[in-house]
């Protein structure tokens, strides 16, 4: 064998190496078989199908396709505002609150003698232009509702911000021609996704003219601050106007996907009709008129009314367009080549609802208390029973939430231990449990309040009796109690900032009925943990998707409704069960846009919503968790007490007490399903009563397996350090306790890792081993994990101003 194993030959580096088989045009035998392995053969196709195209026809073919997607987009943007197709919707948005609009409506509605003029009964103003054949609308939200303009710009085609030129005041200061609240506008629907915009200064005409230049370039240069890409036009003089109009009908329109996904329609009439004995008392039919925006729409699904809720609906007609394009076109111009009317053509109904295939309006599933219930056992039950009981069996104490492979950790406990536990800590043990996830968390660094200084700091001030009275009336103006609190929360924030988690083990509570619910980790990222284990009874209540991004990209196709009236058609929508005291709150805001949106299916079903957000720049306050928030979702508004987590890529997110200035978290919640793409806008309320903008993002996901994981971090001392070895105190106050927690891991904050070894005394000293020798400075830390859920704080019915007025007329 020696032999013949050295006589073998071993190739060198300057081995031949001969060049592989050439195939010529076809394929191998050999790199079919491996391409194919295993697969099974496709269908044979047609010869004519397979042909390879020639180059003067595949340059044919592509002219072909290029030429038709040109013809498609040019007649596209040829119908918008036609005869045949919606007018276009415009928003009239002065960014300063002082401005008045409507000097801008009478230069628009004068531009053409030809022009057609208009008023809806909503306030709706629709201008006819023979000369552009296009037909624009302009609607004009109330100036400082925040709300009503944001609900103007969600459904309007294009936006024409109005800004006054700069001029100087009387005083010798110069007045902004863009306000707080301008800002704040501007702010809020760059969030929530701007159509096409077209920005107008006016107003310069007070100046002198050979200031109008400096002017507007210093308005340019305010408004290239959010949109960089848009050019100022002067609004003075009929041209002007003329000039704007044509920007508007010819620019190049954005797409906004959570509208242009769904149906929608701003109201150019709405009626009430009480309802017949079918109906609630005091509920009635909502009739909405008015021109069909997005995708279609059928009658058998559900619509959504901002301020009034979720509906059915029972009908749909296709009354007559009164907005024609010429004085001469009278005659229907709703309906498209399917539907041609005569010159006298009354009210068509377009569809009837039917009751098979209607969409329910639950929202919730009724969960059976009797479903877990369990029968009485069998005869064969009760014989493998009597087995097992003759066995020897092990009692252990576990907290609840404990798995079965935790369980091998926790040693044994004796029936006078176990019985003395039940007696005294089981109840109380999850009392406790409930008690520490309500509690705010603290830190073993506390901050003195009564701070001493030096006499030296102070100063003495002698003050009139008018200064003392005015500090006196200050103070009585003054919440002490608001003032006390916000200090305390104020403290807890930094506190949770500098030391994240942490949490001091109390004296009087054995630490192990205090964390019953807490378990511990090998490792947050790779450690298993099962998403149904211990649900909350009110996942019982919501629906969840077996493949959530499945789901929406088949619904987002629009294969779903092929049936219904066409985007640009004038329609009239009934929707019934509407309650007469939201009608009446709605009329009596009359510069209030009433917008209707469709819901896609399975959008009114309640679920765990999951939206990214990140915190602006005009608050610096912690938000803590569970905090009461208003969220514009889309087309939604609600109110919610959300639990924050971190925005990571794994399968477990820690959970965040507190929403820092400049951080992004995500935050879930009991809301109904919304399907992304959708904006998110997060409000909070102050003192004054007012809304304020306080973070923006979009919806993540609508998934109610997310674990959110709760972490608190107990914390010990180093007493005494030999190498590797070191005796750790106030971590623990008992030996008990230590016996309990001997399995989890520890950390140091340098970078060490051990474990427990055994316990020391009874005071709650134990001896430790980690992988290094401490430093006397180090901390020794215990992470400990449990799982959160969102609690139930769902409220649909939110006010149509931010603003609370005396006016208003609350919905429940």
Known sequence: MGIEKQDRHRSGVFKQSNKLHKTGRHRSKGSIDNEVKGKVASQSMLKRACRELRKEERRNQSQQIRKKKREEVLTKKRSLGGSLAAPLLVAVIPLNQDFDPQSALSLLTGTDEAAIVSKSPTGVIHIGMPRFKQRFSFIFPSLGDTFANLDAAKIADSILFLVPAIRKSTSGSTDAPIDNWGEEIMTAMIAQGLPSVVVAVMDLETIHPKKWHDSKQQVQKLISK???????????????????????????????????????????????????????????????????????MSVNGLVHIPGFGEFQMSQIDAPQ????????????????????????????????????????????????????????????????????????KVVKLLPKGTSSYQAAWIPDVDDEELNQGSESGSDEGSDEGMAVDAEQPTSMYELSENESGDENDYETMTISSDAALDDQRYDQQMDMQEERQAIIKFKEAKLDALFPDEKDTPQNVPAREYFAKYRGLESFRTSPWDPKENLPADYARIFQFENF????????????????????????????????????????????????????????????LNVVLKRTTNNSKAIESKTRLLFQCGFRKFYALPIFSQHTNGSKHKYERYFHPGSTVVASMYAPVTFPPCPVMCYIENQAGDLELIATG??????????????????????????????????????????????????????????????????????????????????????????????????????????KQTDDIEMA
């Open 226 to 296: 959010w949109l960089p890409d848009e050019k100022v036009m002067p609004l003075e003089k009929t041209i002007d106007a003329l000039n704007v109009l044509r920007r508007l009908g010819l620019q190049k329109r954005r797409s906004l996907s959570y509208r242009d996904n769904r149906p929608h329609l701003l109201a150019e009439n709405v009626t009430f009709k009480t309802g017949d004995q079918t109906m609630l008392k005091g509920h009635g039919t909502l009739e909405v008129t008015g021109y069909l925006r997005g995708s279609r």
């Open 321 to 392: 367009d009164i907005y024609p394009l010429e004085k001469k076109r009278t005659k229907d111009l709703c309906t498209a080549s399917d539907f041609e009317m005569g010159k006298n053509a009354a009210t068509r109904i377009l569809e009837r609802v039917d009751s098979n295939i209607q969409e329910s309006l639950q929202s919730e599933y009724i969960p059976d208390p009797l479903d877990a219930e369990q029968t009485w056992p069998t005869s064969e039950e009760l014989a493998d029973a009597e087995i097992k009981l003759t066995k020897t």
């Open 549 to 608: 991004d499945r789901t929406r990209k088949r619904i987002l196709k629009k294969s779903w409704n092929e049936c219904g009236p066409t985007p640009g058609w004038y329609i009239t929508i009934h929707v019934t069960e509407v309650n007469q005291d939201l009608y009446k709150a709605y009329i009596t805001k009359v510069e209030q846009p009433l917008i209707l949106f469709g819901l896609l299916p399975h959008e009114h079903k309640m679920s765990v």
């Open 698 to 803: 979009s919806v993540l996901s609508v998934n109610p397996d997310r674990l959110v994981i709760k972490r608190v971090v107990l914390s010990g001392y180093p007493f005494k350090i030999h190498k590797r070895s070191a005796v750790v105190r106030f971590m623990f106050f008992n030996r008990e306790d230590i016996n309990w927690f001997k399995p989890v891991q520890l950390r140091t904050k340098h970078g060490r890792r051990g474990h427990i070894k055994e316990p020391l005394g009874t005071h709650g000293h134990m001896k430790c081993v980690f992988d290094g020798q401490l430093k006397s400075q180090d901390t020794v830390l215990m992470n400990l994990y449990k799982r959160v859920f969102p609690t139930w704080t769902y409220d649909p019915y939110v006010l149509a101003t931010p603003t």
